[in-house]
């Protein structure tokens, strides 16, 4: 069994409020669930004391249990101290394409040839 740490929504519309969980990778969002470890409600202030309430020693023995944290989860467990998250880094991606690289040559080979 693939267990997730991860976010199950609820609150009402445009009003989100998370439980932080540990569930099946193969159960829904907000259905099934194996434990409550905290909850996180992102409307409250970056420096609100009570925006993440979160149980970081049920944290680590699930970790250590072999369940993986998602993206978000683990920028959230990091700032608690619990973990440390892999940066990604894809700069190959960020590159320009082939076209808008023709087009940088381009006017840079004109704005030499202006100079000179």
Known sequence: MSLKIRLS???????????????????????????RLGTFDPLKPKDAADRL???AE??????????????RVARLLESVGVGK?????????AQPKKKAQ?????????AEAASA
């Open 85 to 93: 998250r892999e940066t990604r880094s894809n700069p190959q991606k």
């Open 9 to 35: 929504r609820g609150g009402a519309k445009k009003r989100p409020f998370y439980r932080v969980v540990v569930a099946d990778s193969r159960s829904p969002r907000d259905g099934r669930f194996i434990e």
């Open 58 to 71: 049920k944290a680590k023995e699930w970790i250590a249990k072999g369940a993986q944290a998602t993206d």
């Open 53 to 55: 309430v979160l149980d």
């Open 102 to 110: 023709e087009r940088a040559a381009a006017a840079a080979a004109a």
